[in-house]
């Protein structure tokens, strides 16, 4: 069990440098403003293609890791991001930033799902539903290492030597996958023969048409872009420009938004895997609380009291936690050896929901006057629709959930042991 713990461990490492790549360009996004003289939409576009890239390369990440397996995965995604952040260090024209984000986007799109995929190979069921919470939570340490030491490097040392010092965290770990991480406690795990395209159509559609990993989707849309999004691009920019606060202040709220993160996910954990007919209900409660919380953010008409806008952080941070519930339902209504596609799929909800909202807000904020306190106000009301879709897409699945049961002859009680005996 120590050896699972290791490799759980290093890959976690993984996970949380890569969180890093991700989010460092939004927290210095002011800077790159200031360094490339562009206007928030352009700004987005950055960010939004990085997320473009993730998004697109959701379905090959699934189906590569279940051929090739998590460790190959995690070290080549790993140096992928580390070459990205290396080019942003040295980027001196508009071409150069894209190719860096596009790279750093495919990078990321397969350490998440590699780790996940670790858990139910090294530990027992019963521990799955913590374990992946535990995994996802643990990686949004990255935000704290970019929204603090490297929001400080980046100011005492300058643009260049912050991206290549970023980038050598890429190397380190990915030297120590390689001298850690096996894919199963025998060795690598065996590799799925490759599939035709054909196969890979009906291996996509066979999943998808899997009610159970419908809800997932959805659940994972709901629950994830609104933290997303604060934490990837805007979150920074709106602290200091739309509500007045320092950066040092605005550093301290990302960092609340992570330690909330990891407060809220072992009680999600628990809660899914003793309840795991209420885990839509936890979803559904994280994605109306932080609905409500900026409706009353945003009806204010000056900026927020510091109390309100930490009690907006701290409810952002739920909404990781309840994002990765949906993977537990791609887990619970799937077969093992089309895991990684089921995950990949329901990662796609959230991913794409950030991605539309992240560039509307550029959009909105360019029309309405820049980053300005009503151009922020205006820009974060794009969120609204996004949650009514997600919400009606979770109801919906979750009936169409139920009734595929029924028909097998499957009641709520029985649901209840059938998903608990897959966990044992």
Same mark, same amino acid.
């Given at each position: ?12 490492a993984?996970?949380?440098v890569?969180?890093?790549? &991700? ?9 790159? #403003?200031? &360094? ?71 990078g ?21 539903p913590?374990?992946t ?5 643990t ?6 290492l970019?929204a ?46 490759s ?28 629950a994830q ?8 691009? @805007? ?5 200091? &420009? ?6 040092a ?6 960092s ?11 009680a ?5 895997? &003793? ?31 510091? @109390?309100?806008?930490? #009690? ?39 991913f ?27 820009? @974060?009301?794009?969120?609204?629709p996004? @949650?009514a879709?997600a ?7 979750r009936?169409?959930?139920?009734e595929?049961?029924? #028909? ?17």
């Amino acid at each position: 069990m120590r050896r699972a713990w290791l490799v759980w461990g290093v890959a976690v490492a993984a996970y949380v440098v890569a969180v890093m790549h &991700r989010t460092t360009f939004g927290v210095s996004g002011l800077a790159a #403003a200031h &360094r490339f003289e562009v206007s928030p939409n352009v700004l987005a576009s950055f960010v939004f293609l990085q997320v473009a890239v993730y998004l697109g390369m959701q379905i090959p990440a699934g189906l590569l890791l279940d051929r090739w397996g998590p460790r190959a995965l995690l070290t080549t995604g790993s140096l992928t991001m580390a070459v990205g952040q290396g080019l942003l260090a040295v980027a001196s024209s508009l071409p150069l930033v894209y190719l860096a984000r596009v790279v750093v986007g495919a990078g990321d799109s397969v350490i998440f799902v590699s780790a996940l995929a670790l858990v139910p190979r090294w530990f027992p069921a019963r521990r799955v539903p913590l374990l992946t919470q535990l995994t996802g939570t643990t990686g949004q340490l990255g935000q704290i290492l970019s929204a603090v030491p490297f929001l400080a490097l980046l100011g005492a040392a300058g643009w260049g030597t912050t991206y290549v010092a970023v980038a050598a965290t890429g190397v380190v770990v990915a030297v120590a996958v390689l001298a850690v991480v096996r894919d199963t406690p025998s060795g690598d795990a065996a590799q799925v023969p490759s599939l035709s395209l054909s196969e890979i159509r009906e291996a996509l559609l066979g999943v998808w048409r899997r009610p159970g990993t419908r809800l997932g989707y959805f659940s994972h849309m709901a629950a994830q872009f609104s933290g997303m999004v604060f934490s990837l691009m @805007w979150g920074v920019p709106y602290l200091v &420009r739309g509500q007045g606060l320092t950066e040092a202040q605005a550093g301290t709220l990302m960092s609340l938004l992570v330690v909330s993160t990891v407060v809220f996910a072992p009680a999600m954990g628990v809660f899914a895997a &003793r309840h795991p007919l209420r885990r839509s209900w936890l979803v559904l409660s994280v994605v109306g609380v932080t609905a409500l919380l900026w409706t009353v953010v945003l009806a204010l008409p000056r900026p927020a009291p510091l @109390w309100l806008l930490v #009690a907006l952080v701290a409810v952002l941070g739920a909404g990781g936690p309840g994002s990765i519930v949906g993977f537990d339902f791609a887990r619970t209504f799937n077969e093992q050896h089309r895991l990684g596609v089921a995950q990949s799929l329901v990662n796609l909800g959230g991913f794409t929901a950030t991605l539309v909202v992240l560039q509307l807000v550029g959009w909105v904020m360019d029309a309405g006057g820049g980053y300005t306190f009503e151009g922020f106000r205006m820009a @974060w009301l794009v969120q609204y629709p996004v @949650w009514a879709l997600a919400t009606i897409g979770i109801l919906v699945q979750r009936r169409r959930t139920r009734e595929v049961l029924a #028909a097998q002859g499957i009641r709520p009680r029985r649901v209840r042991d059938i998903l608990r005996s897959r966990r044992d």
